[in-house]
């Protein structure tokens, strides 16, 4: 028994000598301090979050399941959440050493009164509570320069005063009664409250505002990427239409090159086509042939005429060709286009039976040896789509 009352005025002693400043605090009780009064009562040192699930678990199991809900973190998050939500922080501090500790819990912080004032939603509180024998409450103590417990403050912002810091803007210190512990920080709350609400309004414009301007920004952001995407897509249309006509432009020339030079080429070509024997040529040395000519080609339907037997079959090629041109006026001297390679858009063959005769490049095929002395042959026009065909052939 007696060693248990020493103990016990030890550790009172202890306690008071604690709150005197470091350059005249002995030595031995800093070192107690520092090590969190493990080595008097035992506890051991927890982060924040632990801490404050150890305090809620030892309230409970000395008091009992209660309705106050208490901040699961430590004490410097429940500050920052305060200050940043805009709340009112209530920091109860309690010493399981001191006399008024337990009639406080019971009679007046677990009263309905203050657990229903302190859980209304209306009044914006965080409520957070600490053991001084733990380090975090000790050094919270020390912080706030709590000397006498059970103690109980008040901390919020006060922007009529100008400060952007968490103050202390109610104490209540030592046993008090339910209705004055209400009062009081219903005093403090009424007064600092309206403050916070003006300040909680003007930050939610403010939030307002600036999702306003970032919906506004993203809009016009959104808007020039749509104007460029049709500046690019109108650029790449005019490019295109640029590309497409100019590429008209060289086929409609080159198209149109290409006739001149065939019609140089016919009229060239018609100069050098052999005139048709004459009576006094012997028989054997000769073709006798019957053109069924296509329509168009300004020849009429059919004609007959007389070629020496080596006439070549792209000489008869050629006769077709250029049949409009034979019996025109002399046009002079014509020379054969340089660079032209000339294509026949038509074919030459007999009805019965049918044959085609292709025209040689080397000009080794005769009338005489393909035909005979006399034929009956037809020029068939080639149909557009083996014009097209020949055309890519030579394009190739």
Known sequence: MAHRAATGVFRTILYFLAFLPASIRPRAITTSITQGFRGTAGRRMLLPRDTAARFKREFEEE????????????????????????????MVLVSPEHDDTESFTRETLLSPDVTAFI??????????????????????ATEYNATKFPF?????????????RMSIVKRLVGPVAPQTYVAELQAAIT??????????????????????????????????????????????????????????????????????????????????????PDSTA?????????????????????????????????????????????????????????????????KIASLMPRVVYEPEADGSATLGDKIGRSGNLIVEAFADEEEDESDDEDDE
């Open 191 to 276: 007064k600092y409250a309206p403050d916070l609400a003006s300040a909680r309004a003007e930050r939610t414009a403010q939030e307002v505002t600036r999702n306003l301007r970032n919906e506004q920004d993203s809009a016009y952001e959104r808007s020039l990427a749509v104007d460029r995407e049709r500046a690019r897509q109108r650029k790449e249309a005019e490019a295109a239409a640029a590309l497409a006509e100019k590429t008209a432009q060289e086929e409609a020339e080159a198209a149109e090159r290409l006739a001149r030079l065939r019609e140089q080429w016919r009229r060239w070509r018609a100069t050098t086509i052999a005139p048709e």
């Open 282 to 346: 012997n028989a054997k040395d000769i073709v006798r042939l019957a053109l069924k000519m296509p329509e168009g080609s300004g020849a009429g339907q059919r004609i007959v005429r007389k070629f020496a037997a080596t006439t070549t079959v792209e000489e008869l090629y050629a006769f077709v060709e250029c049949f409009e041109y034979l019996e025109a006026e002399d046009e002079g001297d014509i020379k054969k286009p340089s660079g032209y390679e000339h294509v026949y858009k038509f």
């Open 119 to 140: 859980n209304d939603p209306q009044n914006n509180i965080i409520l957070w509570g600490g053991n001084v024998l733990d380090s975090e409450a000790y050094q919270v």
């Open 152 to 164: 109980t403050c008040v901390v919020c912002l006060t922007p009529r005063e100008g400060s952007t």
């Open 63 to 90: 008091y009992g399941t209660s309705a106050l809900s208490f901040y699961e973190g430590g004490f410097a998050q429940a500050l920052d959440e305060a200050k940043k939500e805009l709340k009112f922080l209530i």
